[in-house]
């Protein structure tokens, strides 16, 4: 480490500088901030001042300081908490709301965002029918059971080979058919008491089930979408025949601290829907 770098370990968090310009007052070492955080032996990071008041903010939302759908202190609060001027709190807010973590609400405040919202739940149900409007279709259980993760599961999921994880697989009809057969791989010891008979009493997005019952919120998905033909298995479940076109997605998704906590594969019919994804 550069020995001109002085210990910051027990510096309190950032100040703001009004009399100085943003560049110089952003270039603050992150560890100011986000202490606790950093790693033994590692050189100090650089960030701008409203990502560290973001990181702040994400740590509070991981610990469950703010639960799903609660509003989280005003601008004017947490710039006094933070010792930070309300346009550098702004910022840190806009960029979670941005990320779907945070939800604005016009003369209410800022929210805790939560899967039971529709604008959150379309964010990983990207199948929209080629004419009406994007509706959740219902859902059938074909299977919930325990067992040993295979060695791609484990490694997708972070975990060792012959750890244990629940396989779920269902069914979702829109217009009563067949349309999306779901494969869902989670880790056993996060989902602890989660059975078939849960999942068929839930009413809400199964996303919403993990929020609730299990305090597991998933952040952000990495997806693989790809063209295949239907084996045997999901040409019986979507009812059609063996070797149709199906589009198959294969979605890891992450939570706070971006931990692996879901692997899905999905096998879409393709004839009256289409994968529907806004970039920008």
Not at 210 to 229: L, P
Request: net charge neutral.
């Amino acid at each position: 480490m550069n020995a001109n770098v002085r210990d910051t370990s027990n510096i309190t968090p950032p100040v703001d500088a009004p009399q100085r310009p943003d560049s110089a007052r952003d270039a603050v070492p992150a560890s100011q901030a986000l202490q606790g955080t950093a790693v033994a032996g590692a050189s100090p990071t650089f960030s701008p001042l409203y990502q560290q008041i973001k990181g702040l903010i994400t740590q509070s939302l991981q610990a469950g300081e703010w639960k799903p759908s609660e509003i989280i202190p005003s601008e004017v609060d947490l710039a006094a908490r933070y010792k930070v001027s309300q346009g550098t709190v702004r910022k840190a807010i806009d960029e979670l709301a941005a990320e779907n973590l945070l939800v604005r609400r016009q003369g209410r405040g800022t929210f805790v965002a939560t899967h039971h919202e529709d604008r959150v739940q379309f964010r990983f149900l990207r199948l929209a029918p080629d004419s009406g409007e994007p509706h959740h279709p219902p859902s059938r259980l074909i299977e919930c059971r325990r067992m040993r993760a295979p060695a791609e599961i484990a490694r997708q999921l972070d975990l060792r080979a012959g750890d244990g994880v629940i396989l779920i697989r269902r069914m979702m009809d829109f217009s009563d058919r067949p349309t999306v057969l779901d494969e869902i791989w989670l880790p056993g010891a996060l989902f602890r008491g989660l059975t078939a008979e849960k999942l068929n009493e839930y009413k809400g997005p199964m996303y919403g089930l993990f929020e609730d019952e299990f305090g597991t919120r998933m952040i952000r998905a990495v997806e693989k979408v790809r063209a295949v033909a239907a084996d045997d298995m999901t040409a019986e479940l979507l009812k059609v025949p063996k070797g149709f076109p199906l589009l198959s997605v294969e979605r890891v998704s992450y939570t706070y601290g971006d931990k692996p906590v879901e692997v899905r594969r999905g096998w879409y019919v393709t004839t009256e829907h289409h994968y529907q994804n806004e970039l920008s």
